[in-house]
């Protein structure tokens, strides 16, 4: 075998010890509970007594509300380095965040005209 083989299966064998010795130490050094009590496992709802079951379904638009928030949540998170240095990028970067947030304004408008964003 040669070096890096050995080097390798050495670094295999020391962060597989490591990770499951750092495993084995919280397990032995785990919180417990003193006793069991019967109220541990109910759902908790701000200290109020749960009325039904916890699994409810919920209305698809729920979700697409959530993920249009998402799409213009990360635009923001992409506006905001350029707004930092609108300078620097001189009119190719003002060009191309119009276009950028163009297309996501044609996204837009398009949901709205097939209904997707109306609440029902």
Do not use: N
């Not at 785990?30 to 916890?54: M, Q």
């Not at 697409?64 to 609108?86: I, N, Q």
Request: charged share 15%; proline share 4%; hydrophobic share 60%.
């Amino acid at each position: 075998m040669s070096d890096t083989w050995l080097a390798a299966l050495l670094f295999f064998g020391l962060s597989t010890f490591v990770g499951a010795s750092m495993v084995l130490i919280a397990w032995v050094l785990r919180a417990r509970a003193k006793e069991d009590l019967p109220t541990r496992r109910l759902t908790y709802e701000c200290g109020e007594t749960p009325v039904g079951s916890a699994w409810v379904r919920f209305h698809p638009r729920y979700y697409l509300v959530a993920l249009v928030f998402v799409v213009f949540d990360v635009e923001v998170a992409f506006l905001f380095p350029w707004a930092v240095d609108v300078q620097g990028a001189g009119m190719p970067g003002i060009v191309e965040v119009f276009l950028f947030v163009g297309v996501l304004l044609l996204g837009w408008v398009y949901a709205l005209k097939k209904g997707a964003l109306r609440w029902q």
